[in-house]
């Protein structure tokens, strides 16, 4: 029994467009797992949001935009427009990152065939060490090119507002996770927000997707006023599970700004690439990996029975029982409006990406990198180059 019969889920085609290739698997491997997910999961359509710079998992990033859009057209050769893909920046942190060379990786990205782009710029960790705002004019170039071309952009701002709030509020496992930015090193969550307001004032066209709700899901009066400025603006409901505690402290709020806006707004789950022991129901709906997230924003969006959450000491959260027709636009709907069909890959360009990458993991540079990880990667690229020759 699969999970939509096991759980009793309505049957609804699904688009899940908060999927990463983070772990460093075998592109053979990535592509297993993930077939296995969307076929346990009755997933249609999966959007992977590539991570090339400071993912927290792999000592070698920077190859992941390209595994990412050899992943695609592999599943993709299976079933036609089952899956899309996102690139993203990789940093330097020095001073060849300018507004030249940003632009440079997504004009090479959207020449590829990537669908669109994806930002961790605004984690409050990685918006730290960058230096400088997101709106600052070393991206304008980058932001007015996607505005242009259409290339949609999905961004992570912040994290959940309370992680701001004095070190003893905070819970264990948002400790653990490092997720406390109250020391005065980080800009503020009101900081951070104002950034993307910045970008917006100066790129209205733009299709920016943010993850996570916005982070508010407390504050759903602010997302209308957003919302209602910028037509191209949306969000995406991947967890953290503070958002349905935001929809259940203000919930007929929530339930009118789902009815109200469901076409600006994704379903998403934070998926990875991450190998596990055992059969699909072992793995995913008692193991608290894909099937966790996945689990808890359906129910949250489906049913009307109150569920606990022990993750975070966050309690029980209200569901909001949406409509098979609200619901049709999140789960599906929006994603297969903006994306009818995936983009087709420039194969001479892709083998060369993968060339450049393979050449520069063999450099001094990258001596640093965990042995195991680095030969993995060599043959992740190495298959990659051989499928586009």
Aim: net charge negative; aromatic share 14%.
């Amino acid at each position: 029994m699969k999970n939509v019969q096991r759980n009793n889920y309505r049957p609804l085609p699904l688009c899940d467009t908060h999927f990463h290739l983070i772990y460093p698997e075998t592109v053979e491997s990535t592509i297993n797992i993930f077939r296995e997910i969307t076929d346990y999961f009755d997933i249609s359509r999966i959007t992977m949001n590539c991570i090339s710079c400071g993912s927290g998992h792999r000592s070698i990033d920077f190859p992941n935009n390209v595994k990412g859009i050899y992943v695609r057209d592999r599943l993709n050769e299976a079933r036609a427009d089952s899956a899309f893909v996102y690139g993203s920046f990789t940093h330097l942190f020095d001073g060849t990152d300018t507004a030249e060379s940003y632009l440079a990786q997504v004009k090479r990205l959207y020449d590829i065939g990537f669908d669109g782009f994806k930002m961790l710029e605004g984690k409050p960790e990685f918006r730290k060490k960058l230096g400088h705002p997101l709106c600052d004019e070393i991206f304008d170039k980058s932001y007015a090119f996607m505005e242009e071309a259409g290339f949609p952009v999905k961004m992570h701002l912040g994290d959940p507002y309370t992680a701001w709030g004095p070190k003893e509020s905070i819970s264990p496992y948002a400790l653990s996770r490092g997720w406390w930015y109250g020391d005065g090193t980080y800009p503020s969550f009101e900081e951070l927000h104002q950034e993307v307001y910045g970008v917006m004032k100066k790129f209205p066209k733009l299709k920016l997707c943010l993850a996570h709700f916005f982070f508010l899901g407390h504050n759903t009066d602010e997302l209308r006023k957003f919302f209602d400025t910028y037509e191209n603006v949306s969000v995406d409901l991947t967890p953290g599970a503070s958002m349905f505690k935001g929809f259940t402290e203000h919930y007929n709020d929530a339930v009118k700004f789902f009815e109200e806006y469901s076409d600006r707004i994704f379903f998403g789950s934070d998926t990875y690439n991450r190998p596990v022991e055992g059969d699909a129901f072992d793995k995913y709906e008692q193991s608290g990996d894909a099937g966790h997230r996945i689990n808890l924003v359906r129910h949250c969006l489906e049913k009307s029975e109150d569920m606990e959450i022990e993750e975070g000491h966050l309690g029980f959260l209200k569901p909001l029982n949406l409509s098979d027709k609200v619901l049709r636009d999140i789960y599906y709907g929006n994603h297969a409006r903006l994306h009818p069909t995936a983009r087709n890959t420039d194969k001479a360009l892709a083998r060369a990406y993968a060339e450049e990458m393979l050449e520069i993991i063999n450099c001094d540079f990258h001596k640093f990198a965990v042995p195991e990880e680095k030969a993995t990667e060599e043959q992740n690229l190495r298959t990659i180059i051989g499928y586009y020759s």
